[in-house]
């Protein structure tokens, strides 16, 4: 593999090592990915897209939320009913299989969704932690075609036909994208992307976004984020909102999302430590952080490298 170089890997070393290496905005020395991320940020904004949620509830409210923040607008229909005369008017499809109940709805809407050449975008909670989700995981990735698939590293490794280690909802230490697996958990999910034709959209301590040929890296957030439920539900609703704003470009809309997300949380975990609150206030700021997100802070915030076959 090959990594591309963004503008601050020009720098001294020390600095590359403190913050990771940026891209940059529109001019000169821009950098073409992180153009493409701050085009979909802002369509987003000027577009206020509809995105159509299959979500569970435990996070169904922050998920509605975290769309508004970032200037869409959701629908929450989930009954087989209307499923899939919802999505007619929506610009993309969210389905979390925290709500495996609603399976087949999904597949009803994500059928017509895909019909209507609408991205749609799967978030596989525990897939591999029960024979239910390791079927209904399947059946979903048989029937439907997503244009982004975002997951922990447990749940995407089982969808690659890997062995997972994950616990519940949470990814597995074994499965853990760190500074020492990179390359290899780069390649894992590239192959995952390469066969399933989706973007895959990795979320963790280090975020990995891979369309088959391309793999970004994205670094940031703050440990508070595993701490609150949610922070990987909302992410998979951002990507709803920022595929329905580009959705000729699925793998900067993974990006976006990646990248706001970790500059969001760091923002808020600022905010948390000035005021000494916990992870309740917190969970909240950080949906104040994407409200309030400006493109400046978005790119100056986000860090990423990015890997070539």
Request: glycine share 12%; proline share 2%; hydrophobic share 40%.
């Amino acid at each position: 593999m090959k990594l591309g170089q963004g503008r601050n890997d020009a720098g001294n070393e020390s600095e590359r090592s403190r913050t990771g290496r940026k891209g940059v905005g529109k001019g000169p020395g821009m950098d073409q990915l992180q153009e493409r991320i701050l085009e979909v940020f802002c369509r987003t904004r000027e577009q206020g897209p509809l995105v159509q949620c299959i979500t569970n509830f435990v996070t169904v409210n922050d998920c509605a939320n975290v769309i508004l923040a970032a200037g869409g607008s959701p629908s929450m229909a989930h009954d087989i009913r209307e499923a899939a005369e919802a999505v007619e008017g929506a610009a993309a499809l969210v389905c979390n299989m925290g709500a495996i109940e609603n399976i087949d709805a999904m597949i009803l809407a994500g059928q017509r969704a895909n019909a209507l050449g609408k991205p749609v975008i799967l978030d596989p909670v525990a897939a591999g932690g029960t024979e239910l989700r390791r079927r209904e995981s399947r059946r979903l990735l048989e029937e439907v075609h997503f244009s982004i698939i975002r997951g922990n590293a447990s749940e995407l490794r089982y969808l690659a036909g890997r062995q997972a280690a994950g616990s519940g909802v949470d990814a597995g230490g074994a499965d853990r994208v760190t500074e020492e697996n990179l390359l290899r958990a780069a390649e894992e999910f590239r192959e995952l992307s390469r066969r399933t034709g989706s973007v895959t959209a990795v979320s963790g301590e280090i975020d990995l976004i891979s369309d088959g040929n391309q793999t970004a890296v994205f670094r940031g957030g703050c440990p508070v984020m595993a701490r609150i439920t949610g922070s990987g539900c909302m992410q998979t609703a951002l990507l709803g909102a920022f595929s329905g704003a580009g959705r000729e470009d699925s793998f900067a809309a993974a990006c976006a999302g990646a990248a706001v997300m970790n500059v969001c949380g760091e923002l808020a975990d600022e905010k948390r430590k000035r005021n000494g609150t916990g992870n309740a206030t917190f969970r909240t700021d950080l949906i104040d952080a994407v409200f309030n997100l400006t493109e400046e802070q978005l790119k100056e915030g986000m860090r990423y490298e990015i890997f070539q076959g």
